[in-house]
């Protein structure tokens, strides 16, 4: 279902909050979600369960915008995008259905725990490589990092880009290739999840319309830029992404 919340004062710092979270969503291979999610339930007061189905919504935008723009940059490995969109898309209706079951500070909780988890996976074990990928075994772990990751989108409305990004690196995809590849399995993924919570959650079109005001334009923006950044330089936006991470997954967890 979807309706029309009253405007507040809070809702005119979305834009700018979109803005950031396309131009750097973009850059790092993510729809957003991960700080969209907590922004509506922390800032704005959202229950969690249509937080999750609004923030699923928003980030669409920026996933559309981003794949568009890395495959204007050649930044797109197809099969493995393929491969990877598969098995999420098990894993996104299976994470649906999973968030149903849980109340709004358990989806805080879990939200946070696994926040923190991939921020410690993306420091410690995420190594980028600049060669191709390898065949036979290597291309195995693509359905076990693509089914997490749908699990993760359908069920706290975050883009997953942890595993993706941990699946695409393990396969020796450069930064620049497993960022414009994660774009598209991200858009994949929360595409199949929205369209599931739409059936049985609530969307606040209001908060959507504010938050990608400024999103679509960032998401713009973020390609171009990493296009023109160094590949040493590039990898660098890890660590950025896993500190913003286990930032927000310890707030959620306390809050």
Avoid: W
């Avoid at 700080?35 to 249509?50: R, Y």
């Avoid at 959507?208 to 590949?231: H, Y």
Wanted: aromatic share 10%; glycine share 10%; hydrophobic share 55%.
């Amino acid at each position: 279902m979807i309706f029309l919340s009253s405007i507040e004062p809070v809702y005119y710092l979305l834009p700018l909050i979109g803005f950031m979270v396309g131009l750097l969503g973009s850059m790092m291979g993510g729809g957003g979600g991960f700080i969209f999610l907590p922004t509506l339930t922390l800032i704005v007061g959202v229950p969690a369960q249509i937080a999750v189905i609004t923030s699923l919504v928003a980030t669409l935008p920026i996933c559309i915008v981003g794949a568009i723009s890395h495959y204007k940059m050649a930044n797109i490995h197809f099969r493995m995008a393929i491969l990877f969109a598969a098995t999420g898309l098990v894993g996104a209706l299976s994470g649906v259905a999973i968030a149903e079951l849980l109340s709004s500070d358990q989806l805080k909780t879990i939200f946070g725990i696994y926040s923190i988890l991939m921020a410690l996976i993306i420091t410690f074990t995420i190594r980028p490589q600049h060669n191709d990928y390898k065949s036979g075994f290597d291309r195995l772990k693509a359905p076990f990092f693509g089914l997490f990751a749908g699990v993760a989108t359908g069920a706290l409305s975050i883009s997953g880009t942890a595993p993706i990004l941990a699946g695409l690196f393990s396969l020796r995809l450069s930064v620049k290739t497993a960022i414009g590849t994660s774009m598209v399995i991200i858009l994949s993924n929360t595409l199949f999840a929205a369209g599931a919570h739409f059936v049985v959650g609530q969307i606040d079109l209001t908060l959507v319309l504010f938050l990608t005001a400024g999103s679509i334009i960032g998401a713009v923006i973020g390609p171009r830029l990493l296009d023109g950044i160094k590949k040493k330089h590039s990898e660098r936006f890890k660590y950025i992404h896993a500190t913003v991470m286990a930032i927000l997954g310890i707030l959620m967890i306390f809050k």
